[in-house]
T-cell receptor, first 115, second 114 residues
Framework: QQQVKQSPQSLIVQKGGISIINCAYE??????FPWYQQFPGKGPALLIA?????SEKKEGRFTISFNKSAKQFSLHIMDSQPGDSATYFC??????????????FGTGTRLTIIP | DSGVTQTPKHLITATGQRVTLRCSPR?????VYWYQQSLDQGLQFLIQ???????AKGNILERFSAQQFPDLHSELNLSSLELGDSALYFC?????????????FGNGTRLTVT
């Protein structure tokens, strides 16, 4: 059962543009929403995370927007750079209860930034 | 470098065989997680150990088993292998199991079953 739906599957953005990746979840008990970045040949690495007590979190060029009522959250990459080309995974868990246990991942978005 | 070491990097074996994947967590991390990554399924949580004890179980097949040893390294055993078991297997570790303690992933073991 796919509890976190991620879109698009792949995304091509011009350098300097805004990359937007969306995720939707079903389990209303989810309260921890991290994003992971994965480069070829490497394991995923935590990029940024949000909890539902805030609607937005920004770290440098990366922003998570969270809409609790719609059960959706998204990653925005501002001023996208070729070095941002990677696969991005959203994830969710019942963090307060399970912490990092049973993190449910989306299926990933392959982002390519072109010059 | 995440500090999580997985061996081997690649493994090719035949159907019906058994393999063992090994993971050394980051120094000081007590929790170890195993994930399976396939093209169509994304990252699937298999199992978590905390300080030697099983803590949480995901969609892990009965043919698969894992353990965490006193020195905190972990092994994932896959038996009676099928073609569909071909995937990337990731190990991750964290200091605790809390969401405040982020997961650090190794670079994975690519398993090919022929």
């Amino acid at each position: 059962q796919q509890q976190v739906k991620q879109s698009p599957q792949s995304l091509i953005v011009q350098k300097g543009g805004i990359s937007i990746i969306n995720c939707a979840y079903e389990n209303t008990a989810f309260d921890y929403f991290p994003w992971y970045q994965q480069f070829p040949g490497k394991g995923p690495a935590l990029l940024i995370a949000i909890r539902p007590d805030v609607s937005e979190k920004k770290e440098g060029r990366f922003t998570i927007s969270f809409n609790k009522s719609a059960k959706q959250f998204s990653l925005h990459i501002m001023d996208s750079q070729p070095g941002d080309s990677a696969t991005y995974f959203c994830a969710a868990s019942e963090g307060a209860v399970f912490g990092n246990e049973k993190l449910t991942f989306g299926t990933g978005t392959r982002l390519t930034i072109i010059p | 470098d995440s500090g999580v070491t997985q061996t081997p990097k690649h493994l090719i074996t035949a159907t019906g065989q058994r393999v063992t994947l090994r993971c050394s967590p980051r120094s000081g991390d007590l929790s170890v997680y195993w994930y399976q990554q396939s093209l169509d399924q994304g990252l699937q949580f298999l199992i978590q150990y905390y300080n030697g004890e099983e803590r949480a179980k995901g969609n892990i097949l009965e043919r698969f088993s894992a353990q965490q040893f006193p020195d905190l390294h972990s092994e994932l055993n896959l038996s009676s292998l099928e073609l569909g078991d071909s995937a990337l297997y990731f190990c991750a570790s964290s200091a605790s199991g809390s969401y405040n303690s982020p997961l650090h992933f190794g670079n994975g073991t690519r398993l090919t079953v022929t």
